[in-house]
Structures are given as structure tokens and as C-alpha cells.
């Protein structure tokens, strides 16, 4: 079931949206925060208020920033109420910007969707951008530029009592283990193989134990001439249709530090159809943790070098 702070995203797919809301004398809330920058530059204070937002609405089951929208603050109710539209200039650039400082700004990193763009006339760049913070999975969410940890509270956003950050932490019963792959770690042979080490990370400061297990599988192995795999063994035998490996974590995982599941040594068929793209899913299986999965495209192009994008994410049961 969709949180308050996912419905209150999904509603917000237009301009008429939006101007319901201000006709409809919407306020801020714990589950909204509206900006309205005055250049299509996120910095200084948009940037420091952007960090606080991340932690606090991540810390306090999630929420939205609506950048491009004004509020008046009336003193008689301490409500800041939504006034007026006020378009970014280049919202499509400015929303890159956004979404690239919510990983930065973020320690662990959240795993955010990408913000959504509402134009003001169809072509225009000007616009409005709509950004979703979800609720954090694992341990509290830290502001990196001040190190501080904050909550919602209505309109406001305050930094965390240690009381209730201890109860936080202490409340990670689970590891949070998740994918991650690293340029720099990758390599390209002169065949034009390129051997991809397979990190696992642990966003939790619960210990994940050894025997945790990492599936991979190939969905377009017919755009692959070579895929083989180090630390991994496939199973794709015993799952007919499916080219699958799979690895076993036989250390445990602490918060900061990565475990290595296995390497993949890729070769791309040299055909302008398949674009040199390898689309795999990652599923980890651990003791006290949800099973969960990754759908990662990832850019094998000796032009365009190694890139990768998450394309979702899901718990699998």
C-alpha cells in the first residue's frame, strides 16, 4: 500500500494539479515543503535546505518538495500556505541537479526516484519539479554538510534528540544490503572484455552474517558473445530459460564496509542493435532482511566507457 508521502508524489502529475492545491489554500506540511528558487542554480542556502529536507523527511516516513512554488507565512495560525506558481527557469536541468545532490547529500545514500518535471507550456522549459524523499529502509538518514540528523515535525524541519536517534539505531534489526558497482574497479581487456566486480554494501548498522546470497541474472544474454563468471556459479541449468549466477557472501557485511559476491567478465557482441548495454537484475537473499532486487542497465561501450543505471527496484516477497 502506498505511503502518504508516495500518494501525495503520484497526485502531483500536473500544473492544474498543483494549482488546485494553491486554490485550495494547501499548506506545508509533514509531508510537503515547497521552494521557490530564485535562479535555476541549486547552491548555497537551496542546497543546505535540500540536505535537512533529505534527512528529515527520510527520518519521519518520507515527503515532497515542490520547487517553484511560493508560501506565505501567516503568523496568526504558524501556517506557510501555498500562494503562487513561480517557474524555474531550466526545471528539466534543474531537476538533475536535485536528483544528483540527494545521493550526495545524503549519508547512508537513499536510494530516491528521479524527480518529476511539470512543464508550464507544453515545450517550455520553464517549469515546476516535484521531488519524492521515501522513508528510509535502515538506520536514520545523516545530513553530510552539517552531520546533523533531522525529523519532520509539521512545517519544520529539527534536528533529532539523541534520545530518539538512539532509538533509531537501535531499532535496525535487519541489515539493508544493496548492489553497487564501481568504475573504478572495472575493467576492459584489449578483446574488448570487460571483467565487473559485483560490491555489496550494507546501508544498516544491523551486522549482516555470512551465507547471504546474491543471484544475478543476465536479461539480455543474446546481445552478450561472452559472459562468464569469477566467485560465481551459474545455475543456469537448473533454471531453464535463464542465465543466472549466483554467489555467497562468507563474511559478514558491516555498515561501511563492502563485500565482493563475484566478478563478471563480459564481452559484447560488436552488433549496433544491442547498443553494447547489459541489462542484469541482482537479488540478495539475507538472514533478517527482506529479499529485495535491482534492475541495473549498464553501458559497455568502448566510446562511452562504463556507466551504470538503476532502472527499479522491489521487494520480492
Known sequence: MPSASETLFDSLISL??????IANGEVEGQYLECKSPGAPQLRGGLR????????GFANSGGG?????????????????VLTAVEPIATAKNFGQQVDLAVRLLSHPVLNAPPSRVISVVTGSPKGLVVTHIPASAGDP????????????????????PYEIL??????????????????????R??????????????????????GAEVLVTILNPA????????????????NPGETLYQGTLKTPTFRGFANIAGTLSVRMKKVKTYKRVLNIRVMILAHRMRAHE?????????????????QGDRDVY
Open 64 to 80: 515532497v518538495i515542490l520547487w517553484g512554488v511560493s508560501t506565505v507565512h501567516h503568523t496568526h495560525s504558524d501556517l506557510d
Open 48 to 55: 543546505e535546505g535540500l540536505a535537512q529536507a533529505v534527512s
Open 189 to 210: 581487456a584489449t578483446d574488448g572484455t570487460w571483467t565487473i566486480p559485483l560490491f555489496i554494501t550494507n546501508d544498516s548498522s544491523a551486522v549482516a552474517d555470512p
Open 294 to 310: 535491482w534492475d541495473l542497465r549498464i553501458q559497455l561501450a568502448p566510446n562511452k566507457g562504463f556507466s551504470v543505471t538503476q
Open 16 to 21: 492544474a494539479a498543483v494549482e488546485q492545491m
Open 141 to 160: 538518514i545523516q545530513s553530510v554538510l552539517d552531520k546533523n540528523f533531522y525529523l519532520r515535525s509539521g512545517h519544520s524541519f529539527i534536528e533529532m
Open 166 to 187: 538512539q532509538r533509531m539505531f537501535a531499532g535496525s534489526a535487519g541489515p539493508l544490503l544493496r548492489p553497487r558497482l564501481d568504475a573504478v574497479n572495472v575493467k
Open 223 to 238: 546481445a552478450c558473445e561472452k559472459i562468464t563468471g569469477t566467485g560465481f556459479s551459474d545455475i543456469s541449468i537448473a
